[in-house]
């Protein structure tokens, strides 16, 4: 089992930068996927970006791609998400997820492990 939280959402305004951080426990992910998804109100999921442990290979959305960053620290099992330059249509709660596929991909349904959520607020 792999405990996922999410810290570092806030308000923000226009042009401002956030980074949000995913701390993992209950084992080591040196072989997982983790990504980072939003959701807006009345929107679907969105897969925002993930980052594969065991090469680094990553993935972001063309409308992230960019202004965000993903990077992981295995010694600490944790996994960020560097958002600069933030525009009102970022405002969503932001979840981090693991995979054991061990594979970057932006399927929602991929990923076994979430994270409760953080809420991310963009003023404009």
């Known amino acids: 089992q792999v405990q996922l939280v999410e810290s570092g959402g806030g308000l923000v305004q226009t042009g401002g930068s956030l980074t949000l951080s995913c701390a993992a426990s209950?084992?080591?992910?040196?072989?997982?996927?983790l990504g980072w998804f939003r959701q807006a109100p009345g929107k679907e999921r969105e897969g925002v970006s993930c980052i594969s442990s065991s090469d680094g290979v990553t993935y972001y959305a063309d409308s992230v791609k960019g202004r965000f960053t993903i990077s992981s620290d295995n010694a600490k099992n944790t996994v960020y998400l560097q958002m600069n330059s933030l525009k009102p249509e970022d405002t969503a709660v932001y979840y981090c997820a693991a995979t054991e596929m061990g594979l970057c991909t932006r399927a929602s349904y991929e990923y076994e492990y979430w994270g409760q959520g953080t809420q991310v607020t963009v003023s404009s």
């Open positions: 209950g084992r080591t992910l040196g072989n997982d996927a």
